[in-house]
């Protein structure tokens, strides 16, 4: 059983850091995408930040330089770093990844539960 776990949200001021971690628990072959997205109550989820495998990694416009996703492959890990955040950033943050367990098998998308983050003085 593949899980997605979020961590590291919480309440900010405006201006403020904040880096949300994601774990993904169980036995798998590899990780080919991990993604965030967010969500604001009433509208839909939105990409934040995609990486599939090693190549670049895709940031949302509205990022504008002030995040930074990472990844350890080797803790089947990720992290996405937040600074200068604005009240318009809060919302609940998703961990997305595609994970095959084996080396035979299809990709499958699993999900987290999400964190909250609240960005407010």
């Known amino acids: 059983q593949v899980r997605v776990v979020e961590s590291g949200g919480g309440l900010v001021q405006p201006g403020g850091s904040l880096r949300l971690s994601c774990a993904v628990h169980?036995?798998?072959?590899?990780?080919?995408?991990m993604a965030w997205y967010r969500q604001v109550p009433g509208k839909q989820r939105e990409l934040v930040a995609l990486q599939r495998d090693r190549d670049s990694i895709n940031y949302a416009n509205f990022v504008e330089g002030r995040f930074a996703f990472s990844r350890d492959n080797a803790k089947n890990m990720g992290y996405l770093q937040m600074n200068s955040l604005k009240p318009e950033d809060t919302a609940v943050y998703y961990c997305n990844a595609l994970v095959k367990r084996t080396i035979m098998s299809s990709d499958v998308d699993h999900w987290g539960q999400g964190t909250q983050v609240t960005v407010s003085s």
């Open positions: 169980g036995l798998l072959f590899k990780i080919s995408t």
